[in-house]
């Protein structure tokens, strides 16, 4: 009986719906660093020898 309901308006729901959408291309395009930071690293060394 002491919950809260938060009232969210639909453009607010649209604007987080269109961040994900964009997110989620943009990771396509470009991978996140952890990915491709780990592999350049450990490249990194062989080229500079």
């Known amino acids: 009986m ?3 309901v938060q009232f969210v ?3 607010e729901l ?3 719906r269109l961040i994900r959408e964009a997110r989620a ?3 396509s ?3 996140p660093n952890d ?3 780990s ?3 450990s ?3 062989s080229r500079q020898r």
């Open 14 to 16: 649209e604007r987080a």
């Open 43 to 45: 490249e990194m060394p």
């Open 35 to 37: 990915a491709a930071g």
């Open 39 to 41: 592999q350049q690293d």
């Open 25 to 27: 291309i943009y990771d």
């Open 9 to 11: 308006p639909k453009s």
């Open 29 to 31: 395009i470009f991978p």
């Open 2 to 4: 002491g919950e809260v």
